[in-house]
């Protein structure tokens, strides 16, 4: 698959109004980037920890995906996203290495990139994103 590296950590949060000040108070980090990915329904808040980058997202609906974990798992890690050179060729390797796909091809996310996701219950539990 080639993964380069850990691209950023997803971090589902009821409000990102409430988790910022944790996040620049406490821990010293500066948000450098809000925006809402409406297809998602999400909106999200970006901080950089060296090459890494801690993404949270607040539920823009109550049918977004992120508004089902809060409600299922609280409020938490969410899913962990690593950088590829090239999203669907990464997701063919998956796909035939008998990997469950949420995404059978690759789609917009926040900051532009292209990713996809694959399933949780083929992952060792851990919802994983793929970037590029």
């Keep these: 698959m080639n ?3 850990i691209e950023h950590l997803g971090i589902a949060v009821k409000s990102i109004a409430d988790s910022l000040p944790y996040y620049e108070e406490v821990l010293g ?7 809402e990915v409406a297809d998602q329904k999400v909106k999200t808040a970006f901080f950089k920890v060296g090459q890494t980058k801690i993404e ?3 539920p823009t609906s109550e ?4 508004a089902r974990f809060i ?8 899913h962990i996203a690593f950088a590829v050179p090239n999203v669907a ?4 390797s998956a796909e035939a290495k008998g990997v469950q796909l949420i995404d059978k091809s690759p789609r917009k996310g926040a ?3 292209n990713i996809a996701f694959l399933h949780p219950k083929t992952t060792k539990g851990v919802l ?5």
């Excluded at 049918?63 to 992120?66: I, Y």
């Excluded at 409600?71 to 969410?78: D, Y």
């Design 3 to 5: 993964i380069s590296h």
């Design 29 to 35: 980090l500066k948000c450098y980037s809000i925006e």
């Design 56 to 58: 949270l997202l607040e």
């Design 63 to 66: 049918e977004s995906a992120v």
């Design 71 to 78: 409600e299922k798992r609280g409020e938490g890690v969410h």
């Design 89 to 92: 060729d990464a997701l063919a």
């Design 111 to 113: 900051e532009g990139l």
């Design 128 to 132: 994983t994103e793929l970037c590029s």
